[in-house]
Nanobody, 123 residues
Framework: VQLQASGGGLVQAGGSLRLSCAAS????????MGWFRQAPGKEREFVAA????????YYGDSVKGRFTISRDNAKNTVYLQMNSLKPEDTAVYYC?????????????????WGQGTLVTVSS
C-alpha cells in the first residue's frame, strides 16, 4: 500500500485543518487506517484510527472531542478533521494502514506508513 498524506499547514490556535491520506496498491477496504503524530524530540503518538468499514473509530485521549477520523472507501481516502487546534497539536502527522486485527492504537499494528504532513499551530 502506498500512502500520500496532505493538508498540513500553519493555523492559529482555535482553528481547523483537514488532513487527507490517499491510498493505492491494495484493496482499501481490507485495511484499517490510523493517524499518528510525532513532535520534535517526542515519540510517535496515536491520534485516531478507523476500522475497515468505518464502523468503529478510536481516538487518543489528547484529541477526543476535537478530532474526527473518517474514510471514503470509494475514493481510497481517509480523513482527519481537526478542530479547536492547540499549539501542542504541532507535529508531523502520519497516516498508516494495517492488515492485522490487533489494537489499532498500537503503531506496531500498521504495516504501511505515509510520508507525513506537517501541522503547525501558532499561539
Amino acid at each position: 500500500v502506498q500512502l500520500q498524506a496532505s493538508g498540513g499547514g500553519l493555523v492559529q490556535a482555535g482553528g481547523s485543518l483537514r488532513l487527507s491520506c490517499a491510498a493505492s496498491g491494495r484493496t482499501f477496504s481490507n485495511v484499517a487506517m490510523g493517524w499518528f503524530r510525532q513532535a520534535p524530540g517526542k515519540e510517535r503518538e496515536f491520534v485516531a484510527a478507523i476500522s475497515r468499514n468505518g464502523g468503529n473509530t478510536y481516538y487518543g485521549d489528547s484529541v477526543k472531542g476535537r478530532f474526527t477520523i473518517s474514510r471514503d472507501n470509494a475514493k481510497n481516502t481517509v480523513y482527519l478533521q481537526m478542530n479547536s487546534l492547540k499549539p501542542e497539536d504541532t507535529a508531523v502527522y502520519y497516516c498508516a494502514a494495517g492488515t492485522g486485527w490487533g489494537a489499532l492504537g498500537n503503531k506496531n499494528q500498521y504495516n504501511y506508513w505515509g510520508q507525513g504532513t506537517l501541522v503547525t499551530v501558532s499561539s
